[in-house]
């Protein structure tokens, strides 16, 4: 029903500021009708959930990242959006969108971001 595609720089210098975007096919439905979702997965590690955005436009980050991102949305382009300021190479992961409609939850495939001098 719903498909998420991510798109973004693959290889990275450190100090970086990078933008991760998600662009969803979702029919005649807005995405602003349902929660959004970043997250990933670094090296030999678990997923890493970043933040989200909910369909009143409240923003959601982790305690770890929240001073380096704003997640941000485009309704009219189904897009909603992953900006990474002052990237490291701790960054490095593949990073997912996710869209959460009616408990049901929709991937994308992933973009990895390798962060390297």
């Known amino acids: 029903q719903f498909q998420l595609q991510e798109s973004g720089p693959g290889l990275l210098k450190p100090s970086h500021t990078p933008s991760l975007t998600c662009t969803v096919s979702?029919?005649?439905?807005?995405?602003?009708?349902?929660?959004l979702a970043w997250f990933r997965q670094p090296p030999g590690t678990g997923l890493e959930w970043i933040g989200g955005?909910?369909?009143?436009?409240?923003?959601y980050y982790s305690q770890y990242l929240k001073s380096r991102t704003s997640i941000s949305r485009d309704p009219s382009e189904n897009q909603f959006t992953l900006p990474l300021s002052s990237v490291t190479p701790e960054d490095t992961a593949v990073y997912y969108c996710r869209l959460r409609n009616d408990g049901n939850d929709y991937w994308g495939q992933g973009n990895q971001v390798t962060v390297s001098s």
């Open positions: 955005i909910d369909y009143t436009g409240s923003t």
């Open positions: 979702i029919g005649s439905i807005s995405i602003s009708s349902n929660y």
